[in-house]
């Protein structure tokens, strides 16, 4: 499974951006497609996570009512809407996916077998 995201980008605090990802393939029927961030000489840690088949979404506790994370099924894609920047939200994204994972390893990266290359969100104050 190859990933590929695009979009990120500068914006001001308070702005908007989107970030997607499409996935050569679904492995499996319990895909799971997740986005990270890390910012550099520090841990990757999990922003959202979606399950394709049936919608669920679960969030890192900051980015709750902020970002939305949704999937599109029929193009194997997904995509981050992040909305209320905030400088502190400025990282590298990348995005992730595995065939399956159980819900208490979600949020733990070493779950995804799967990486796409990163992209660079920058929120300027």
């Known amino acids: 499974v190859q990933l590929q995201a695009s979009g990120g980008g500068l914006v001001q605090a308070g702005g908007y951006l989107r970030v997607s990802c499409v996935a050569s393939?679904?492995?499996?029927?319990?895909?799971?497609m997740a986005w990270f961030r890390q910012d550099p000489g520090k841990e990757r840690n999990f922003v959202a996570a979606?399950?394709?088949?049936?919608?669920?979404?679960y969030y890192e506790e900051s980015v709750k009512g902020r970002f939305t994370i949704s999937g599109d099924n029929a193009k194997n894609t997904v995509y981050l809407q992040m909305n209320s920047l905030r400088p502190e939200d400025t990282a590298v994204y990348y995005c992730?996916?595995?065939?399956?994972?159980?819900?208490?390893?979600?949020?733990?990266?070493?779950?995804?077998?799967?990486w796409g290359q990163g992209t660079q969100v920058t929120v300027s104050s």
């Open positions: 992730a996916a595995s065939s399956s994972v159980i819900q208490s390893k979600l949020r733990n990266h070493a779950a995804y077998a799967y």
């Open positions: 393939q679904r492995a499996g029927s319990r895909f799971v």
């Open positions: 979606i399950k394709l088949n049936g919608g669920y979404t």
